[in-house]
């Protein structure tokens, strides 16, 4: 009967024993879970950085600005003389020479003008003849009792009167006669007609061309000068000192992919547009084939020398506050430290910088708008392809994040991806 009782006993010893194992076990995974947890929740509430280095400035400057073409000389024709349009000889496309007739205008009340000025110009002469002879009569009986010297000196007068109104009534005839000439619309250069405006029959106005239905006048026709084309380019204020006479730039049109046109520097405006705080440069490309229209958009590339003494950072790097342009860098606690630096001139996704920061100098890519000094980040790696080099053999070498590693490649924005080897955002 003993052996009962010593057996029942050493079962409940048993299970105290398993029940102790098991409570001590779950007490001592409950805490690992709980200090995990509260390692992620550390890691998770510090802000994850990437760091990128300065680089030296580009030893070329390049730049692409939109530019106009125009013609080298451009001349708008308009009628001088009033008329209809009798015939015209040149449409668009026409290539002319200066002189080439174009059009000729019908202006018979202007005909009728020009033959009463010659008529004019004839009783004139003939008036002068008579006066002429008038004047000798008189001068040959001076001195007698015939005449007075006072009727002498008028007939001399009117002999002079008659002269001067021969004088008004040639000039008079010789306007007519210009008149007569601008019936005939020509070239005033040698190039190619880029518009035609008027037809036969149409009516024209003198000084305003060819008038239309409601009243609107209109040049006749429009010659262009297309040996040469100039080139007009607005350069921005920060690149104005590439303007000088060495400026050379290359053009790319839409309609000829894949060439370009070299145009050499004319001349510039030498101020800057209060509006656009650009400057107008003048370039000249020698266009002997035609090829290059007038009024046609091109890109001009330009090519500058740089200073690679200057460092240069992305923009995504720069932080602006009421202290001024600032970068954020990180000592080796990962503590975040605020460096205001001086920056030059604008490179368009990057900026110079003059002053403020070292070649060596770690600093935060695209830092983040609440981000202090003093605060605590850590470290991660760049993200291959996006941060770092796609290439194997051109990609710098990056240590693990716990050893602090830096990336020193070109600045990228941040990537917001979660990485496995960060355990959340790169």
Known sequence: MSAQPSKGRFLLVIVAIVAIVLAGWGIIERNSHYEKLAKETTESATQQVQLISPEAGPARRTLDLPANISAWYLAPIYAQVSGYVKMWYKDIGAQVKAGDLLAEIDTPGLDAQYAAAKANLDVAVARYKLAQITAKRWKALQGTQAVSQQEVDVQAANAEAEKAQVEAARHEMERFQALEGFKRIVAPFDGVVTARLADVGDYVNAGRGDVGARGNATELFSVADVHAMRVFVSVPQDYADIVTPSLTATLSVPQFPGRTFVARYLTTAAAFNANT?????????????????????????????????????????LIFRAEGMQVAMVDPSNHVHLVSIKVGTDLGSSVQVLSGLKATDKVINNPSAGLLDGDKVKVVPGTRGYNLPSNPATATAHHDADDHSQDDTRAMPEDNTPSPEAGGRP
């Open 277 to 317: 705080r650009t400057v107008t440069t003048e370039l000249m490309v020698d266009n002997p084939a035609g090829e290059l229209w007038p009024d046609s958009y091109a890109t001009a590339h330009f090519e500058a020398p740089g200073d690679p003494r200057i460092l240069i950072l992305p923009q995504s790097a």
